[in-house]
């Protein structure tokens, strides 16, 4: 399953057209990609959103000034749904809220029973084998994200950075398009 499609093209321009750092570094293109498979996994289990899950996997890291330490990428990130807001037609007023909460808060380091944003929360924590760190089921959210199988299979693909096809075949192009002017370069 392909769940590129589910991000307008909008979003991902906005996203990708503002991130500063370089796309495929650790919290780049190949995280966002890694956090909305884990998303797409466990929404359905969970009952989330998944409209809310796919925006928060492009939208929650889009803003940081650096790989390491960044306190208040998240609310940054949260500022690109205030920029969008309106203007994405499958995101509803409620799960705009929810969006806007998941990324502003998502490194504060606490768990939270909404389905939906337990559910974005913990699909970017899934993703933290890339940088060395299994996640502990405590820190998720949601049963779905603590199931043993489901940790083992996001921490492998976290560990081997597997970046899903439509990284290279999709949204590379946004990153195209942006370091050549514009969305008419793709």
Known sequence: MDPSPIIPDEVLEAAIGGYPLYPYGTHGLGHWARVLE????????????????????VLHDCRRHNEGTDPGHGRRGAEVVDQLEGRIAALSPQGSALLRFACAHHT?????????????WDADRLDLGR????????????????????????????????????????WSGFVAADRAGGPESR
């Open 38 to 57: 884990n998303g797409m996994r466990l929404a359905p289990l969970t009952g989330a959103d998944p409209v809310v899950v796919a925006l928060f996997a």
């Open 108 to 120: 504060d380091g606490t768990v939270h029973d909404d389905p939906t944003l337990g559910t974005c």
């Open 131 to 170: 940088v060395g760190i299994r996640p502990r089921p405590g820190l998720l959210c949601t049963a779905a994200a603590r199931d043993e199988e489901v940790i083992r299979w996001a921490t492998e693909r976290a560990r081997h950075a597997a970046e899903p096809a439509f990284v290279e075949e999709y």
